[in-house]
């Protein structure tokens, strides 16, 4: 079916089955267990390639008000609104050498966020800070996150290069003790975890991986020794390389077009197409976007959201492709509203996203010069089921005579290594490195994965307590069981593409929570009685997207085509809805997450 094809209802029952078909080359019957964890599994990466090897220091043995796991955006946050709040002692406890996060370990070639960088940088307005261009480039996003952390005076008591060993509640002391793998060991009355969503990297569990003799690392720690040039490009270590790249999703899409100009030969080994729509970064000015006015970046990023989410707004404000893609989004993203006819509802947007992914095979088509290549650069299925990618440069690298597009859909993926390269089919493809664009685990933070052990009262393990009765918490943030444990960015609370807006928003109402603590001289320990009515909530409306993920192409939005986990795991109405409700509810309902310091009085 091409774009301009018209959508009759018989077109609409071939692009189903089609999406069928398609589903069904790419869906394995190990799901998400076919990958590696690229640490523990593959003994990956225990250095870190920017900080060298840590500096010396004595342990620490002190106490602080509280202690942040983790030093990405949402740590970075969480100190900062807690040092807005007046909070005196703030110590973040990062793995890396600086604050950054996924920014301070992603430096691959082109690294850029597909986000307009005036809603992504989060405390624009707080900061003073307009960026330059419309989608910024990583390292001026790091950069951001460090002028956070310096405004907010974190380094003094931040300990970097290490990592928090584990976290334990005592009654006694009313703190929790945390251990780090520097040999710390020190009392925080409060833990804020923001151990982030794309933090634990993963490897595909190809028969034969290990046996490759080649070059391999997995492009969140890209090896500049190796591959000569800097983010900006000029690989030229890679010009008389044979190169392979596995992976097109959105970092194998910003990638592969600077592998490309210097490789002596790219491979790119694709299971998934993505789709690629426009993505027109350029310079800004201050003037474009307003930043002459008090709150600019607030009433931008809300407005962003509001779009995103599929709330009504009265303009455009980023005017992206996000923006524009966004009548599909409504439907589907968290905020998906029960609509009265839902049949005629869904027939609408069926109809809609036929168009829209239409319009992406047929950007294809014309950027794309031989057939053949065009139309397994082509995405068979809906919208939402992946995270869309936009790129300028991706599509176009497919006409250059040393760039190779291997499908691997119909053998689920690369089917196995061998010392000399990758066997797809009846080829094998012999290549002198390979380059892992997978992913991570993503939404396993440390403490839900268990490598982070967190004992609550009586020493309660939270993997086991959550693994005999799910997940439980009120608003994602805190739990029975857990006193003054805040989990920032986590299962239960509502999500959105642009994840740094949540992050602030969680980080705001932890701050709060620690705030109204202190001020009442109490824990923050919500009963289970409010947990489970909160749940509850959110078992009224989960099931209403789960038809969708269940038919779409495997991914982690799906469980790699299993379906989602059981169990509610996130708030239906939105992020929009939920950060209101926040708002409300710390004005006026705040003592539900709180009780008397001493257990024996409560
Ligand atoms: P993804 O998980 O999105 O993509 C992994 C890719 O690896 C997919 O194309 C997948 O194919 C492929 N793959 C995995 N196993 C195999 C196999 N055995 N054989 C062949 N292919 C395989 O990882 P990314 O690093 O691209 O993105 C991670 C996260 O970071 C995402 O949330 C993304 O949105 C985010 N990100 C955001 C950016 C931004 O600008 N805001 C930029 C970059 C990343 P398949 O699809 O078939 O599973």
């Known amino acids: 079916m091409t774009h301009s094809q018209k959508l009759t209802p018989e077109a609409l029952a071939d692009l189903r089955e089609r999406y069928r078909k398609e589903r069904e080359r790419r869906v394995r019957p190990d799901g998400a267990r076919q990958y590696l964890a690229a640490e523990a599994e593959f003994g990956y990466y225990a250095a870190d390639p920017y900080a060298g090897a840590a500096a010396a220091r004595e342990p620490v043995r002190d106490r602080v008000d509280v202690a942040v796991v983790g030093g990405g955006f949402g740590g970075v946050l969480a100190g900062a609104r807690l040092r807005r709040l007046g909070v005196a002692r703030v110590r973040v406890i990062e793995k890396g050498g600086d604050f950054g996060g996924t920014w301070y370990w992603n430096r691959y070639p082109d690294i850029h966020c597909d986000i307009e960088s005036h809603v992504y940088l989060p405390m624009l307005d707080e900061t003073g800070y307009v960026p330059e261009w419309k989608y910024a480039p990583g390292a001026e996003i790091r950069r951001h996150a460090v002028r956070i952390a310096e405004k907010s005076d974190l380094y003094a008591d931040a300990l970097f290069s290490t990592a928090v060993t584990s976290l334990s509640w005592d009654d006694a002391s009313g703190a929790w003790l945390v251990t780090t793998d520097r040999g710390d060991a020190f009392l925080a009355t409060y833990v804020v975890t923001a151990t982030g969503t794309l933090s634990e990297l993963k490897l595909p569990g190809i028969p034969g991986i290990e046996r490759f003799a080649g070059h391999t690392f997995h492009t969140s720690r890209w090896d500049y020794a190796y591959t000569g040039g800097t983010v900006d490009g000029g690989l030229t270590g890679l010009a008389d390389k044979r190169v392979g790249i596995v992976g097109t999703g959105a970092t194998g899409i910003q990638v592969v077009p600077k592998l490309a100009e210097d490789a002596g030969h790219l491979y790119v080994f694709q299971r998934t197409p993505s789709t690629v729509d426009v993505r027109a970064n350029r310079r800004t000015t201050a003037r474009d976007v307003g930043a002459d006015r008090h709150g600019w970046a607030t009433e931008r990023r809300d407005n962003f959201l509001r779009i995103v989410s599929g709330e009504r707004a009265e303009e455009d404000l980023v005017a992206d492709r996000w923006t524009s893609s966004a009548a599909l989004l409504e439907k589907l993203l968290p905020s998906f509203r029960r609509p009265d006819d839902r049949a005629a509802f869904e027939a609408a947007y069926e109809v809609a996203d036929a168009a829209k992914m239409n319009e992406i095979r047929a950007r294809v088509e014309e950027i794309v010069t031989d057939p053949d290549t065009a139309e397994k650069l082509k995405p068979w299925y809906r919208y939402a089921c992946k995270r869309p990618t936009f790129s300028d440069l991706y599509l176009q690298v497919f006409n250059r005579d040393d760039v190779t597009l291997v499908d691997t859909a119909d053998t689920h993926g690369i089917e196995r290594m061998t010392e000399r390269g990758v066997v797809v089919g009846d080829t094998e493809y012999v290549l002198d490195c390979l380059i892992f664009a997978t992913g991570f ?48 960015g986590g299962t239960q609370s509502a999500s959105s593409v642009n994840y740094t807006h949540v992050l602030d928003e969680h980080a705001v109402h932890a701050a709060a929570l620690v705030a109204a603590a202190e001020a009442t001289g109490s824990l923050i320990e919500p009963s289970r009685e409010t947990e489970d009515a909160w749940i509850a909530g959110l078992a009224e409306n989960a099931a209403d997207h789960e038809w969708f993920h269940a038919e779409c192409t495997p991914g982690y939005y799906n469980a790699e085509g299993r379906g989602r986990p059981g169990g509610p795991t996130a708030y239906p109405h939105g992020a929009v809805a939920f950060h209101a409700l926040l708002k409300r509810w710390r004005e006026e309902s705040m003592h539900q997450a709180l009780r008397p310091r001493d257990p024996a009085r409560s």
Request: aromatic fraction near 6%; proline fraction near 6%; avoid cysteine.
């Open 441 to 488: 685990s993503v939404g396993v933070s440390g403490i839900h994965s268990g490598r982070l052990p967190v004992h609550g009262r009586g020493g309660t393990r939270l993997r086991d307590a959550w693994a005999a009765r799910g997940p439980h918490t009120l608003h994602g943030f805190t739990s029975n069981g857990f006193p003054n444990l805040i989990q920032l």
